[in-house]
């Protein structure tokens, strides 16, 4: 993955969690090197990263890798039951961070012309104040109402834990 803490952290947290080691082949930030990010994501699949090499298998997309290690670590729920509690955290955890994603993508001036070079078709706003506005709802809205539903969650579900 790039040499950033993003889509791929969950995987070493699991990776490290469960003691595992493993390669971190950390690649430049595609905004740094945009020829080269854009020769090199056709050897991945769907052109995505990160990506998830075990036994010789390529797993690709940051949350199949994390469900694999999950379940791999004995970490993904004891029964369909948790197993479902583990993903609607996931997935609500996920919905914060593809927010922020796109508000990072629509805020940032310098990464406007790596997007259209990899043909990518997200809006960028030019309006400084709207841009600060967007940014300042995340963290003052999107990240504490998620991390509230969350802390809200782990006390129905006893305190200890937010699964099991």
């Known amino acids: 993955y790039f040499d950033l803490r993003a889509r791929a952290e969950p995987a070493r947290l699991l990776l490290a969690y469960a003691g595992v080691s493993y390669e971190d082949d ?3 930030a595609p905004w ?3 020829e080269a990010w854009a020769e090199l994501k056709t050897s991945f699949p769907y052109g995505t990263v990160p990506v998830l090499t075990w036994n010789g298998v390529e797993i690709g997309q940051s949350v199949a890798i994390a469900r ?3 379940r791999k670590f004995g970490l993904a729920g004891r029964d369909d039951i948790e197993a479902a509690q583990v993903d609607d955290t996931v997935y609500a955890l996920q919905d914060a961070l593809n927010e922020g994603f796109e508000t ?10 790596v997007l259209k070079f990899l043909g990518l078709a997200i809006p960028h706003d030019n309006d400084e104040e709207k841009k600060k506005n967007m940014m300042e709802r995340h963290l003052n809205v999107t990240v504490p109402t998620v991390l509230g539903q969350l802390e809200k969650l782990l006390k129905k579900r006893g305190g200890e834990y937010l699964v099991g």
Not at 105 to 111: A, F, G, Q, S
Request: proline content about 5%; cysteine-free.
């Open 68 to 70: 694999f290690l999950a």
């Open 104 to 113: 990072f993508l629509k805020t940032r001036d310098e990464i406007v012309g």
């Open 26 to 28: 950390r690649l430049p």
């Open 32 to 34: 740094e090197n945009v």
